[in-house]
């Protein structure tokens, strides 16, 4: 009778896993849905009020690689895990050195931690740049609600598999898991309560190839590579995992790939949207097209847009301005779907999608930021990482750019909370005059030197301030490099503002003792989540009782 009680009590745990796949509470990717909207849109204890309370719940030291900016992902959360100890709110966090941690929530303490070992012939990249800064770069990723996101957001049924193909893998169905990029690029697939590979690691990249954070709809993954790390392409990648061995397509982007952090959006239409970036002469000048890439799900195949690849072509800037762009946003407003993107050096454009004459319904702000001076050229002056977006209980749309560096003297603000010389959040709203969407500034933040993207929840905009860099372009040789790494005794600020004015409401001070991880945020649960320079992972929130 023992040997039968053995064996149904894995299956009643994991039915049981199952099951709590469905309740809310979850943060499964960068930016917390397909969209990478950053919105947590039911976490009622996070309030205007609540939030003079915050306090650093804890911090954990993780093993890192010792070089870059950027060595800790913000975790995913899975918020009700029935694991074989109980009861778990677990965050999944990947560092750089090749390991997944799953971290209590409510402790933080170590619940389980993988390293991914590398094991393909490609020799593992030990140096790191700027451009290429090595190990695991791709934040992990669960499944995504069907292009859906937070309640009230809508989403249409999954994509049908094409006639005549699998629909089924070991990398999909049972149990809960982590799907996760190891620097070798293979793909695994991590149960949630102990760390295991459920299935035998497959090859999906290039090894040593810097890949952004996974996207995970309708059993699809996909990433975005850049920057030509160990000569791997510039491309868009669909993983479909409902064949089996899973099926990986790319789609090579010809005008190259940006520095956003965000990587692809997907759209509730399922089309896929990345920024891309025209590093050749255009118009025979001296300048770069900034464009966004619209392609199919699955198949990754140029949507009909005005470019004949595919892309919106929406503004050019000079050759010699360094440009950080941010993931586009995909918004649903009234019966249309916009997009919302980076179309300049310092402007934000939002045209409809998908439509032949996007570029003619193309709304443009004015400049948002003070372009450099001389020939140093700062990087971080743009619009940069992703564009988080919102909607508040009128139904208003609002979407929120990371800024870095001074603001333009263009940019009329109605509010203002101080001079803001580093950086820092400028928020507009979409409205629509005379039948065409406009892009309207309501407020700047106080300054915030190298702010990340931020993230909102009921109505609280939270922001990193990652702090103080040095960071320019140097040529040497005919060789760009960069400069980056942070001024002495500089340190990340966690603010909470009022989403509607950018008012301070709450500011960490110097309860965080290094740089951040220019990486991103997470907020669930009461909990908000980011990673420093040093390898430590952060908990701000609210007391709760469990």
Known sequence: ??????????????????????????????????????????????????????????????????????????????????????????????????????????????????????????????????????????????PTPARGGPAGRGAPPPIPA???????????????????????????????????????????????ARATGLNMVDNIIYTLTSHDCNDAPDAVWSIDLNADPPKVRSFVLERGSSWSVGGPVIANDGSVHIPAIDRGVYNSTQQWAIAVQSLTARELQPKQHSGSDGSFALDSVSSSDFINVASPAVVQYKDRQLVVSVCSASRLCAFESPSPEAFDLTSRTPPIVQPSSGASNVIERGIWGSLPNWQDTEGTRWILAPVAGPLHSDLKVPTTNGPAPNGSIVAFQLQEQGGKVTLSPVWVSRDLPSPLPPVIANGVVFVLSAGDFTRQIKAQDGVTTVDERPKGSTHATLYALDARTGKELYSSRNLVTAPGSLTGLTVANGRVYFGGIDGTLYAFGTYMEH
């Not at 023992?2 to 509470?25: C, D, N």
């Not at 050195?97 to 393909?120: E, K, P």
């Not at 089924?168 to 309560?193: C, E, K």
Request: glycine share 10%; hydrophobic share 40%.
């Open 1 to 142: 009778m023992k040997r039968y009680l053995l064996f149904l009590t894995p299956l009643f745990v994991s039915g049981l896993i199952v099951l709590a796949q469905s309740r809310g509470g979850n943060w499964p990717t960068y930016g917390g849905d397909a969209q990478r909207s950053g919105w947590e849109g039911t976490d009622a204890s996070l309030s205007n009020d609540s939030v003079r309370n915050l306090r650093l719940l804890w911090k954990i030291k993780l093993e890192t690689q010792s070089r870059g900016m950027r060595p800790v992902m913000p975790p995913i959360i899975q918020g009700r895990l029935i694991s074989y100890r109980g009861f778990k709110e677990l965050a999944f966090v990947a560092t750089n050195a090749d390991i997944v941690y799953a971290i209590d929530a409510d402790l933080g303490t170590i619940f389980w931690q993988r390293h991914l070992d590398y094991s393909t012939r490609q020799p593992q990249v030990t140096t790191s740049s700027w451009r290429c800064p090595g190990g695991l770069t791709a934040m992990p990723t669960m």
């Open 162 to 208: 094409p006639a005549g193909a699998q629909t089924g893998s070991a990398f999909i169905g049972g149990p809960a898991s982590v799907y996760a990029l190891s620097s070798d690029g293979m793909l695994h697939r991590l149960n949630t309560s102990t760390g295991d590979d459920m299935t035998q690691p497959v090859s999906v990249l290039p090894a040593n």
